[in-house]
């Protein structure tokens, strides 16, 4: 397989959504008023409650049995960890660059949370049907490539809807409160009055404020013990939540259909009684990518405009996700494969190797349009990761090719 042909199977899905951003920018334009703001609001929780599970539970439920859950073990480690590596780069890269607060949990976002729904649902078919391509019969290969790809887009929505909901809705917090700071300090200096300061000088102000202070401490060490626990009940309140999402609830369901067989015949197949359920839950999914891609662009024309990124933050995420993070793939799957815990399945190898180098997950515009923070910044990041995507994917398909060969 040549590298022009690779070049196109890999550019072929960040063409596509490159092109349904620019439509939805478009469509967000004062031209056509077709998605403003509170358009793209209101069709995100859409795909949040509706689209996203249904994307979610049709390809496990369809794909994914009890023995493949069994013998791809590993995958799920595979996903952790790049979660883990990419999260810690990006904590690296926050704490180097100090960027504004609530933008923090969206770059370790971007740096951990990869694309592992539609990008790979593309690439993947198109290698194997491809003459030449090293893993085998074209059928085959790509009979079982979607089934690889199903079982780790759901396990891609249990860590994004878990791990990457967490960083976002964390990030949301962290906006309100600075905005609420804001707005305290705007009615502190609207309140006082000038002949005040006058009065009592500006010696003693510093007085003021260390008086002030002390009572502050005082009331935090009496409180002490009750804003422990509440604060310990209110991250096992948020965990409930986050577990009980739409996405991952579909992603467990899923699960539960795919490994017990009388439940999978009820709904999959040509003679499955209720496959009329699983064709309108498919019918749903298909729609999960193009509206978030719409979103995306729509969201795109005022980051352009407004977004607070300096170009040291695209840089660094860019090298967490090409750079680093497929260094690191080669290394861990080479070693689980010598170390006996891969199938012997090249086409699994290469779905693992992928995993990191792939760019940044769509859903994560999802979460910030879900908590109102940062979604010029998500779509910038999501620009430049996207173009610079087109290379990278095809100079390490070809590398992971060449060393699966």
């Known amino acids: ?53 249904s994307l979610v539970f049709a390809s496990l439920a ?6 493949d859950i069994i013998s791809w073990w590993f995958m799920p480690v595979n996903i952790g960890v790049t979660f883990l590596v990419g999260g810690f780069f990006g904590w690296v890269a926050v704490k180097i660059l100090k960027p504004e607060p609530y933008l923090e949990g969206l770059i370790i ?40 790809v199903s079982f780790s887009m759901a396990l891609g929505a249990f860590y994004i ?12 917090t ?8 804001c707005r305290k300090e705007a009615n502190k200096d609207v309140e006082t009055d000038e002949k005040s300061l006058l009065l009592h000088g500006a010696k003693n102000v510093p007085t003021t404020s260390i008086v002030h202070n002390i009572q502050k401490s ?12 509440s604060k310990i009940m209110g991250i096992f309140h948020q965990l409930r939540e986050e577990l009980l999402s739409p996405p991952i609830l579909a992603a467990v369901i899923g699960f539960i259909f795919g490994a017990v067989k009388w439940l999978h015949n009820l709904i999959i197949g040509e003679n499955a009684p209720f496959r009329v359920i699983n064709s309108s839950i498919e019918l749903l999914g298909d729609g999960t990518i193009p509206c978030i891609t719409l979103i995306l662009g729509g969201n ?16 660094a995420v860019i090298l967490v996700r090409y750079i680093i993070l497929p260094i690191v793939g080669v290394g861990v799957v080479q070693a689980a494969s010598r170390l006996g815990f891969l199938p012997d399945d090249p086409l699994f190898h290469f779905v693992l190797m992928i995993q990191f180098t792939l ?47």
């Open 1 to 53: 397989m040549g590298f022009l042909s690779l070049l196109k199977v890999a550019s072929m899905p960040i063409v596509e959504v490159l092109i349904i951003s620019v439509l939805g920018a478009f469509m967000a334009t004062d031209y056509l008023k077709l998605l403003p703001s509170d358009a793209r609001r209101y069709m995100n929780k859409i795909v949040f409650v509706a689209f996203t599970p």
């Open 62 to 67: 369809k794909t994914v049995s009890l023995d």
């Open 109 to 148: 976002a971007m740096c951990s949370s990869g694309n592992l729904g539609n990008i790979l649902l593309i690439i993947i078919p198109a290698i194997c049907k491809e003459n030449g391509n090293p893993f085998g019969d074209k059928n085959v290969c790509s009979s079982v490539g979607l089934s690889y």
């Open 161 to 172: 809807w878990t791990y990457t909901y967490h960083l976002i809705r964390s990030a949301g």
């Open 174 to 181: 962290k906006y309100e409160v600075a905005a609420e700071e």
């Open 218 to 229: 005082t009331k935090i060490e009496l409180t002490h013990n009750a804003a422990r626990w």
């Open 300 to 315: 795109l024309t005022q980051g352009l405009r407004k977004a607070k990124l300096n170009i040291g933050i695209v840089i």
């Open 359 to 405: 760019p940044p997950a769509m859903n994560i515009g999802t979460m910030t349009q879900l908590f109102d923070v940062a979604q010029e910044e998500c779509s910038v990041l999501f620009l430049w990761t996207y173009l610079v995507a087109t290379l990278a994917l095809t100079a390490w398909s070809t590398l992971f090719m060449w060393i699966l060969t």
